[in-house]
């Protein structure tokens, strides 16, 4: 069969899922497909934390009720601790109100959920096929592919039946994983990265574990020994799914199976309770960032581009960004206003935005291992006072990695070819805080607008001009500008005090993604300039 599509999507976890979703909601026609007939990731199950900035996406395609009603429950606690066991000596206690819960944020209409990927992949999946532009097909593999000036011709196989199709696409995006086959066809799969560590994953259920000891219910649990965090254990649901990350893992047992796994969950407990083992699945803590996202018509993003510990929770919530930044412009390349740079401005924006990201994951995985503490187990007044000591440590350090705002929020496309700087001083960059800013590349601050929505909903068709408050100029030699070269262009005339305030400037240009890409008191003589950059055109 020979197969025309104007985007063949390679892959269909939640980067590839999230991709054809994001086409499917501007109407542009893609294929995805997925070697296998996987749902979130069913026997090893991955990322939990969705961030604040995926909701938002997740809220725009009309899925963020639906994530939040398969997620965690709300009224259950995102709470973290460091313990010697979970009957055993508390070190710190992280509680995290903002972080699921009913509590308004200040810069987001929607906290960050707990949603693993084994319920979270669905969503993305079913709705990516409620549009009629998009099409999935399971069990199709890609084997090969070769590339011209006009198009992408790839062959792939139908697991079912055999059989080899032809696909010709105008662009085809690699979001195939840590695994990709499209890296070793691109001949730049011999930076494999940097191995962290082979950790072991223990996935179980157990009804009311919280029942077995004292420190209440949390959804992360660091068990500390004395040179560091030896396990990790994740509630999945908030109920009786759960994950244990053994961190020696593969290295200190020789295979999977030969893990005392009842051993192992009775010292993270520190007493023996009921479970129904699930699965205990190997895996590769993997320091990565490929050196180019493009390579002609074809595009890397997700675990393809860029690989990290999940120390954090960022690997799917930045692939998930790169879908993003992807999807808009491959729709504006195809709808024929996109200028020659567009494409290539997704690699100067979101290659800068994983390297920060991978260095930060690395870093929290390192400060699980410490110095040896002898006498932090025990019963003493020695201990007391190195658990007192380790605790600060954590408090100051350590808490980093769970109250990441700054990570998942506050990524700018500073220096972004299709970004007008205005010449101001760049806000500082946070890993922790997350401070709104209009401020060129910065993703455009939530407001609640006077009918109760949020700024965020006025975003995503078209590029909008927001004219803040009572004296904004009028924008007419821009619609002209836009018009004359078919982009999409929406004007917003709000005159609201928290609105003006939360945006800093009368006149601010925001991109289908939610970014800034201009500012400004009254427009330039050429308007046409600003089009121009914004769209690749300069
Ligand atoms: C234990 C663990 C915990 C994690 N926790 C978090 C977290 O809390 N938050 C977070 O953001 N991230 C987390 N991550 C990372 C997250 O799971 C990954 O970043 C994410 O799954 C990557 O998505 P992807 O779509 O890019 O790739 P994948 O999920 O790997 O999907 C790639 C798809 O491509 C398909 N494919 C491969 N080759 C072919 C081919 N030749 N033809 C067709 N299809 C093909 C595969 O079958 C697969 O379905 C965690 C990871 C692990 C291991």
Redesign the pocket.
């Known amino acids: 069969m020979k197969i025309e599509t104007p985007v063949l999507v390679?892959?269909?976890?939640?980067?590839?899922?999230a991709l054809a979703l994001e086409l499917g909601w501007r109407g542009v026609e893609c294929l995805l497909?997925?070697?296998?007939e996987?749902e979130g990731?069913k026997t090893?199950?991955?990322?939990?934390?969705?961030?604040s900035r995926?909701m938002e996406f997740c809220r725009r395609w009309g899925i963020a009720e639906r994530v939040k009603e398969v997620g965690t429950p709300r009224d259950y606690p995102h709470t973290a601790m460091y313990v010697t066991s979970l009957r055993g000596h508390l070190i710190a206690r992280i509680d995290r109100p903002q972080h699921g819960g009913d509590k308004a944020i200040a810069f987001t209409p929607e906290p960050p959920q707990r949603c693993n990927?084994i319920w979270f992949?669905p969503v993305l999946r079913e709705r990516a096929e409620g549009f009629p532009s998009v099409t999935l097909h399971y069990r199709?593999?890609?084997?090969s592919f070769t590339q011209d000036e006009k198009s992408v011709t790839s062959s792939?196989t139908d697991a079912a039946t055999g059989e080899s199709h032809t696909i010709r696409s105008a662009y085809l995006a690699a979001?195939?994983?840590?695994?990709?086959?499209?890296r070793r066809i691109l001949g730049i799969d011999r930076n494999e990265g940097e191995a962290l560590g082979t950790?072991v994953?223990i996935y179980f259920r157990a009804r009311n574990l919280w029942d077995y000891h004292d420190k209440g219910k949390g959804v992360l649990h660091f068990i500390v020994g004395p040179t560091g965090v030896w396990a990790t254990l994740n509630s999945l649901n908030g109920g009786d799914l759960w994950?244990v990350?053994l961190h020696g893992g593969a290295k200190e047992h020789a295979a999977p199976e030969s893990i005392d796994h009842k051993d192992v969950l009775t010292r993270i407990v520190g007493t023996e309770f009921p479970y129904e083992l699930i699965a205990i699945s190997p895996?590769v803590r993997r320091k990565l960032v490929t050196a180019d996202y493009r390579h002609a018509r074809v595009f890397l993003?997700?675990?393809?581009a860029h690989?990290?510990t999940?120390t954090?929770?960022?690997?799917?919530?930045?692939?998930?960004g790169d879908a993003v930044d992807l999807g808009w412009k491959l729709a504006a390349a195809l709808s024929g206003w996109a200028g020659p740079k567009l494409l290539d401005s997704y690699d100067a924006e979101r290659r800068p935005v994983a390297l920060r990201n991978v260095d930060e994951a690395t870093r929290n995985f390192q400060l699980r291992s410490f110095a040896p503490i002898p006498d932090l187990v025990g019963a003493t007044p020695a201990g007391e006072a190195a658990r007192k000591r380790l605790g600060e440590e954590i408090a100051k350090s350590t808490s980093r990695e769970l109250l990441s705002d700054g990570i998942a929020m506050g990524y700018r496309y500073d220096g972004s070819p299709i970004v007008c700087p205005d010449g101001s001083e760049p806000p500082a960059l946070s890993v922790t805080e997350y401070v709104q800013s209009s401020f060129p590349g910065a993703r455009a601050p939530h407001a609640l607008l006077a009918d109760g929505r949020s700024t965020l909903d006025l975003f995503g068709r078209a590029y909008v001009m927001l004219r803040l408050g009572p004296d904004a100029p009028e924008v007419t030699p821009l619609e002209k500008a836009a018009q004359l070269r078919g982009v999409p262009l929406e004007i917003a005339a709000i005159d609201e005090p928290t609105v003006c305030s939360a945006y800093e400037r009368t006149l601010v240009l925001v991109r289908p993604d939610g970014h800034v890409a201009w500012r400004g008191e009254v427009l330039p003589a050429d308007s046409s300039r600003i089009t121009a950059q914004v769209t690749g055109g300069l």
């Open positions: 390679v892959g269909g976890g939640p980067v590839g899922l497909v997925d070697e296998l996987r990731y090893h199950p991955r990322a939990n934390l969705v961030n995926t990927q992949d199709w593999r890609l084997d792939v979001c195939c994983g840590g695994r990709s086959p499209i950790p994953s994950r990350t895996w993003a997700g675990d393809c690989q990290n999940p954090g929770g960022y690997g799917m919530n930045t692939g998930i």
